[in-house]
């Protein structure tokens, strides 16, 4: 079992940026993928962004392509997301979560079995 801890959330003006971090125990880190989610109230948790293993391989939501960058550092078993240009729209809570299986990297909510207790970013306009 792994526990992660997400910190960094707040609240930020259109155009501004953020960093969000997820620390990981537990559990082998490095043998996982990792990603971050978020809900908006009322809305279902959607994916935002996910790293393979190694950090080779990245994958990102449309909606945040060429805004938000997620990166992994392995030997601090930490992974984070840089998230910049933010718009109103952004405002959810970030959640980090990691991958049930050590199969190719997934963005499906329901192939990850652990999760933050999330992190609450707010865009104003």
């Known amino acids: 079992q792994v526990q992660l801890e997400e910190s960094g959330g707040g609240l930020v003006q259109a155009g501004g940026s953020l960093r969000l971090s997820c620390a990981a125990s537990g559990r082998t880190f490095s043998s996982y993928s990792m990603a971050w989610f978020r809900q908006a109230p009322g809305k279902e948790r959607e994916f935002v962004a996910a790293?393979?293993?190694?950090?080779?391989?990245?994958y990102y939501a449309d909606s945040v392509k060429g805004r938000f960058t997620i990166s992994r550092d392995n030997a601090r078993n930490t992974v984070t997301l840089q998230m910049s240009s933010l718009k109103p729209e952004d405002t959810a809570v970030y959640y980090c979560?990691?991958?049930?299986?050590?199969?190719?990297?997934?963005?499906?909510?329901?192939?990850?079995?652990?999760w933050g207790q999330g992190t609450q970013v707010t865009v104003s306009s």
């Open positions: 979560a990691q991958q049930r299986g050590v199969g190719i990297i997934s963005t499906r909510t329901s192939d990850f079995g652990s």
């Open positions: 790293i393979s293993q190694s950090g080779r391989n990245t």
